[in-house]
């Protein structure tokens, strides 16, 4: 067991900890190793990254050509289900109007209308899964 003092929002906490496993005199040169393990980690994980922007565009790319030039695009902030569509292509809304709902980590996420516009078109339905930075719905201002 290890002893350890915690400071959270001004409050003082004295924590044991039990260290899992075998117990022996390399553990501190553990951490050491550790902070050059992290390391390579952002480097893989910064290549899926642009990956998943380049297939946003790719799905991008067809309802572009049907949007208005001009046309405002609405992206998934996060990947999930689209649970309701709240509005229909040639609905006016304006700034902060519901126009889906996106489940999420079992979180229901409005996703809102970034401006006063006229729905040009609608690029997910009912059920359908999508990934960050996918298209959603196209507005004209």
Known sequence: MRKFLINVNGNQ????VEEVGAVHTAAPVAPVAAPAAPAPTPAPAAAPAPALKTEAPKPAAAPAASA?????KVNAPIPGTILDIKVNQGDQ???GDILLILEAMKM??????????TIASIHVSKGSSVNSGDLLVSMNG
């Open 13 to 16: 906490y004295e924590v044991e």
């Open 93 to 95: 809304v304006k700034c």
């Open 68 to 72: 208005p030039a001009g046309a405002v």
């Open 108 to 117: 229901e996420n409005e996703i809102l209308a970034p401006q006063d516009g």
